[in-house]
C-alpha cells in the first residue's frame, strides 16, 4: 500500500511535520539551538528501537490514534481520565515523542496499532463528554 493510498497516516505525518516545525520555531525565539534539540532527541531512523508496549498502551494508543480524547479512552476502558494520562507518557517515552500525533503516527509507523479508517468517521462523538442539561 502506498502512502497516497493511506490519506490518514498521511494527514497525522503532516499534522507532526507542523508541529515540529513549531517547535523549532518557539526553540529559536526561546533562544535555545535546534541543534541541541536533534542531539538530545534522535529521529527515529538513528535511535535505538523502542521498548514494546504492554497490552494496555496498546488500547490505548489504538484510541489516540483513531482521535479518542482522554476522558473517551478512559470511559471506554473503565479507567479513570489520570490513568490515561499516565499510561499516555509511559507510552510517549517507550516511542521517544512529546505529544499525541506524534506517538500515533510513530506507532502506525512501526506497525503496533492500525491507521484509522479513510472515508470513515473514526473521532468519537464528543458530545459523550458532556451529560445533558437539566430541564
Given at each position: 500500500m502506498t502512502s497516497g493510498e493511506r490519506p490518514g497516516l498521511d494527514l497525522l505525518r503532516e499534522l507532526v511535520e507542523r508541529e515540529l516545525k513549531l517547535h523549532e520555531t518557539m526553540q529559536q525565539l526561546l533562544g535555545e539551538t535546534v541543534a541541541a534539540h536533534a542531539v538530545e532527541n534522535p529521529p527515529a531512523s538513528t535511535a535505538s528501537p523502542s521498548p514494546p508496549l504492554s497490552p494496555r498502551e496498546l488500547d490505548i494508543i489504538q484510541l489516540?490514534?483513531?482521535?479518542?480524547?482522554?476522558?473517551?479512552?478512559?470511559r471506554q476502558l473503565g479507567l479513570s481520565a489520570g490513568t490515561v494520562r499516565n499510561y499516555n507518557g509511559r507510552i510517549f517515552r517507550k516511542l521517544r515523542v512529546t505529544g499525541r500525533t506524534e506517538a500515533a503516527v510513530r506507532a502506525i509507523e512501526l506497525g503496533m496499532v492500525k491507521p484509522p479508517l479513510r472515508n470513515a468517521h473514526t473521532r468519537m462523538?464528543?458530545?459523550?463528554?458532556?451529560?445533558p442539561a437539566a430541564s
Open positions: 489516540v490514534a483513531n482521535g479518542a480524547t482522554n476522558q473517551q479512552i478512559a462523538d464528543r458530545n459523550k463528554d458532556t451529560e
